[in-house]
């Protein structure tokens, strides 16, 4: 009876039923919760005395109006201490894509100027989600070994442990000037994938998912270099063949294709350009992308010599994916994301401290799955092409692990990779013999592991709400939910 459902559900599109979408209505309240700090006010800006402009993202606003006149500065009260100064000029080093948004929004309501962080933020966190849906609906379609029930069953869970049990709720604690690039990093870094998987797995029209991924690879490099780079790689992987057809073999250009290659690669070109145009009218250089010695504070943060270094990769992967007793408290939060783990410190920013946790203690669920389709997919003896753009959307790994200094915000940068291997998991998830023995058993123990991530991730995310730095508001309603789960477990002790 399994083998015939089976077969009746290959081949089948995933629509989305009324519970995904309720899901993702429930992601998208909390995360609205968090972004507004409880006040539901999308529109309203934090006070926070002289750092009032910084943390509300006003230096994307500024930028806004520089780029209007062709410059790339910002005004020094609205960046701070994240000042870059080069050649008598105030810049920042986070990517100029907020801004371009901008640039329409001011001009359309230049009442709201400086108001649009929050709602930036939350627009993207909204693409986020859809775009993991997406891709999570191309893979499970494409599976010939569920039934439609436990499709709909795994693409649900996942979009909740994804919503609410990874790094991407750490960026919706605050609209600041350093998440909201990284969010809209993320998110055009995530519709990348998507249109990679589409090539990969859809057969048809096969141009417009490179002309996407195009798209994708430039707005992810103007936002996060780091997310662009992996985007950038794959492009070139994907469009490798039919490039070179055009480029050395004229008669070939009559497919669809290659001779399509020039115009599809255009919108990758051309924010390469602008980034290129941007690295140079801030630092003098098209090749400076955060040129550390023209920070504002550099003898503060006691800066090492290389920016990028890859004798940091052991100490972030043991901070990112390791495991430590500071994590866990019998105290509210219970969860903690303690100091960062830097022993050798002569390799890392000395002058402030940072904070991570690992993804064992709040997303295990996307590690085990991103593990198994790591397994998957390199002990196949196909998908050479799928290994290959696994290997792309690996490379900023590199980066960020390179990078001196460790911060939650950057655990975002591996999300990419590990949804891809996720994605591929489910691909084939139900083609082991054990699955048909022990599908009930195999969904409580999924239920269970999304269940503790989405608990611990939602735990130390609220502890971080009880930072100085936060409002009252949101103070006093995490120190209600927190006396709330305390009286439970005394009820239950």
């Given at each position: 009876m399994y083998e015939n459902q089976i077969n009746s559900s290959r081949d089948t599109k995933i629509f989305l039923s009324k519970r995904t979408l309720l899901i993702f209505v429930i992601i998208f309240i909390i995360h609205l919760w968090f972004i507004t700090f409880g006040t539901w006010n999308l529109f309203a800006l934090t006070p926070y005395g002289d750092n009032m402009n910084l943390w509300n993202g006003v230096c994307y606003d500024s930028l806004a109006k520089s780029?209007?006149?062709?410059?790339?500065?910002?005004?020094?009260?609205?960046?701070?201490?994240?000042?870059?100064?080069?050649?008598?000029?105030?810049?920042?080093?986070?990517?100029?894509?907020?801004?371009?948004?901008?640039?329409?929004?001011?001009?359309?309501?230049?009442?709201?100027?400086?108001?649009?962080?929050?709602?930036?933020?939350?627009?993207?966190?909204?693409f986020?989600?859809?775009?993991?849906?997406?891709?999570?609906?191309?893979?499970?379609?494409?599976?010939?070994?569920?039934?439609?029930?436990?499709?709909?069953?795994?693409?649900?869970?996942?979009?909740?442990?994804?919503?609410?049990?990874?790094?991407?709720?750490v960026l919706m604690t605050h609209s600041f000037v350093y998440h909201e690039a990284i969010i809209w990093g993320l998110c055009w870094c995530l519709w990348g994938l998507y249109f990679t998987i589409s090539f990969l797995f859809?057969?048809?029209?096969?141009?417009?998912?490179?002309?996407?991924?195009?798209f994708c690879a430039g707005f992810a490099l103007l936002s996060r270099v780091s997310f662009g780079?992996?985007?950038?790689?794959?492009?070139?992987?994907?469009?490798?063949?039919?490039?070179?057809?055009?480029?050395?073999?004229?008669?070939?250009?009559?497919?669809?294709?290659s001779a399509k290659i020039p115009l599809l690669l255009l919108p990758a070109l051309l924010a390469l350009c602008s980034q290129l145009w941007y690295n140079y009218d801030r630092f003098g250089s098209i090749t400076d992308f955060l040129p550390i010695k023209y920070h504002l504070n550099y003898a503060v943060l006691k800066a090492p010599e290389n920016v990028i270094d890859p004798k940091r990769i052991a100490i972030c992967l043991i901070n990112?994916?390791?495991?430590?007793?500071?994590?866990?408290?019998?105290?509210?939060?219970?969860?903690?994301?303690?100091?960062?783990?830097w022993p050798n410190l002569k390799n890392f920013f000395t002058g402030y401290g940072t904070q991570s946790i690992s993804y064992l203690v709040i997303s295990p669920w996307l590690v085990l799955g991103s593990i198994l389709g790591l397994f998957l997919l390199f002990t196949s003896k196909k998908m050479l092409l799928a290994k290959l753009c696994g290997i792309c959307y690996l490379s900023n790994w590199y980066i960020v692990c390179s990078f001196p200094s460790i911060v939650q915000r950057y655990a975002n940068e591996f999300l990419p990779f590990m949804i891809f291997m996720y994605a591929y998991f489910l691909l084939t998830a139900g083609r082991q013999a054990f699955y048909k023995n022990y599908r009930i058993e195999f969904k409580l123990i999924t239920i269970i592991i999304c269940s503790i991530s989405i608990t611990t991730t939602l735990l130390s995310v609220l502890g971080l709400t009880l930072d100085s730095i936060y409002p009252e508001e949101i103070k006093n309603q995490a120190k209600f939910i927190f006396n709330f789960i305390e009286n439970i477990i005394i009820l239950i002790r």
């Open positions: 780029l209007l006149h062709g410059k790339s500065t910002v005004g020094p009260s609205t960046i701070l201490w994240e000042a870059f100064i080069a050649k008598g000029n105030t810049s920042m080093y986070f990517g100029p894509f907020p801004a371009f948004i901008r640039v329409v929004l001011n001009l359309a309501f230049p009442f709201m100027y400086g108001k649009w962080s929050r709602i930036s933020c939350l627009v993207a966190s909204a986020c989600l859809l775009a993991f849906l997406q891709i999570l609906r191309i893979q499970l379609s494409q599976n010939q070994y569920l039934i439609m029930k436990d499709k709909l069953f795994l693409l649900d869970l996942s979009l909740l442990s994804f919503g609410l049990g990874t790094p991407l709720l859809l057969d048809e029209k096969k141009y417009l998912k490179i002309l996407g991924l195009s780079v992996p985007c950038y790689l794959t492009l070139l992987i994907l469009t490798f063949k039919p490039l070179t057809e055009y480029l050395f073999n004229p008669k070939n250009r009559l497919n669809n294709l990112f994916f390791g495991f430590r007793k500071e994590y866990f408290s019998n105290k509210p939060p219970f969860i903690v994301i303690p100091h960062s783990y």
